[in-house]
Structure formats: structure tokens, C-alpha cells
């Protein structure tokens, strides 16, 4: 059986609030090239991506492009008071800053929002 290496696939996930669209292109090539664009949202699951296509695939140009839109608002998002007070509290022990930046910097730590 013969196996192609062009194609192109593309999928569309949509949830309450949010758009999730992938797409495959590949061409002929004899090693794998596999270029992925991904929003910088999910740049640190890049690697994953790639490992899981790359299990699949041994040849070709493949572009992997990831595009999420957002389409409503996510009413179910809170704010983990008590853990951005202690991360709060953790980076005044370390360094002198703004309240601004260390609450911003705060809300961006592990378990700052509760979905």
C-alpha cells in the first residue's frame, strides 16, 4: 500500500467559551520537518505536541498550527484569595516591589484562580 506524504487535515473544537481549531499540512520531504505555531498561551505544551506528532509521522514538511479564539466570557473564573496573599506575601520576603507589580506578578503563580 502506497502511503502519501501531502495532505492537509484540520479540526474544530468549540467550547461555551472558546474556539479550538488544529491543522496538519504536510508535503513530500525525506526528513521530518515538522514546524509547529502555537499561541504563546500554549507554548509550554509545544514540546508535547510535537513529540505526539513526531510519533506518528517519520517523514515529510509538516506545519502543526494551533489557533484558539475566544468567544464568550468564562463567568466560572475566581480569584484563590488566600494562596495570591501568600504569594504576595512570599515576594514582599524576597524583594521590595510595588503592590501592582507583586499582585500582578501574584495572580500569574500556580493556583491563583479557581475554575
Do not use: C, W
Amino acid at each position: 500500500m502506497i502511503q502519501s506524504m501531502t495532505g492537509y487535515g484540520k479540526s474544530v473544537l468549540e467550547l461555551p467559551s472558546k474556539k479550538i481549531t488544529v491543522e496538519l499540512k504536510s508535503l513530500n520531504s525525506k526528513n521530518l520537518d515538522l514546524n509547529a505555531r502555537v499561541p504563546s498561551v500554549y507554548r509550554e505544551k509545544e514540546l508535547a505536541m510535537r513529540n505526539h506528532i513526531s510519533k506518528s509521522l517519520s517523514r515529510g514538511k509538516v506545519d502543526f498550527n494551533l489557533f484558539v479564539e475566544i468567544t464568550g466570557e468564562e463567568t466560572n473564573t475566581q480569584l484563590n484569595e488566600a494562596v495570591v496573599k501568600q504569594y504576595i506575601q512570599q515576594l514582599k520576603n524576597v524583594v521590595d516591589g510595588d503592590p501592582t507589580e507583586l499582585m500582578k506578578m501574584a495572580v500569574r503563580m500556580p493556583d491563583a484562580l479557581k475554575t
